[in-house]
């Protein structure tokens, strides 16, 4: 896990890899919008493959031909059914073969380490989220996690309190459970 300046001086994602600068985009179009806003859902298409065969669909969403040939296109989904579990909602997702990968995009409660000892036993889940949203070091944070059918996976997680585009921390293993059940959405 590491924090960079995902920006270059144009505003644009700098990272190594096609995944990883598909992650930072979204984490930046997410930014655009604000806080508090519900999960959201992205398909991830090859695009110079997307160029070729939907051109109408390339041109509608900017993608200029000279685009780096290894990238990766955030197309965003419908809203997520509104009072559905998200692992509910994912269990329900099969992808046609022209996806290379998904992502989403979710804001959650989290608490540091250290506080993870203090939580009181046997709660159940309602119980658990009103003791942590009442917890004094509770941290809001916006994760995005994005999975490849390779197996590939990246994800960036932005603090609320450091909402900056040089704050968020980038890494393949953020956020494991979010990108299992992205990666399950491809075994249909």
């Not at 509910?88 to 046609?96: H, K, R, V």
Request: glycine fraction near 6%.
């Amino acid at each position: 896990m590491f924090a960079m300046s995902n920006v270059s001086a144009s505003g644009t994602p700098m990272a190594a890899s096609p995944l990883t600068r598909a992650v930072l985009e979204i984490d930046d179009y997410a930014s655009g919008l604000g806080w508090d806003q519900p999960a959201r859902l992205f398909a991830l298409v090859d695009t110079a493959q997307l160029r070729t065969q939907e051109p109408g669909l390339a041109a509608q969403l900017g993608l200029e031909a000279g685009e780096a040939a290894a990238s990766l296109t955030p197309i965003e989904q419908e809203e997520l059914p509104k009072g559905t579990a998200l692992d509910e909602f994912l269990g329900t997702i099969a992808w046609p073969d022209a996806v290379a990968g998904c992502a989403m995009t979710v804001e959650r409660l989290m608490l540091p380490p250290s506080a993870e000892a203090s939580v009181p036993e046997g709660m159940n889940d309602a119980q658990l989220a009103k003791w942590v949203a009442k917890h004094p070091d509770r941290q809001e944070v916006r994760m995005t996690v994005a999975v490849l059918r390779n197996g590939a996976r990246e994800s960036a997680v932005r603090l609320r309190e450091k909402d900056s585009p040089t704050e968020v921390l980038t890494g393949a293993d953020l956020v494991p459970g979010l990108a299992e059940a992205l990666a399950l959405t491809f075994e249909a």
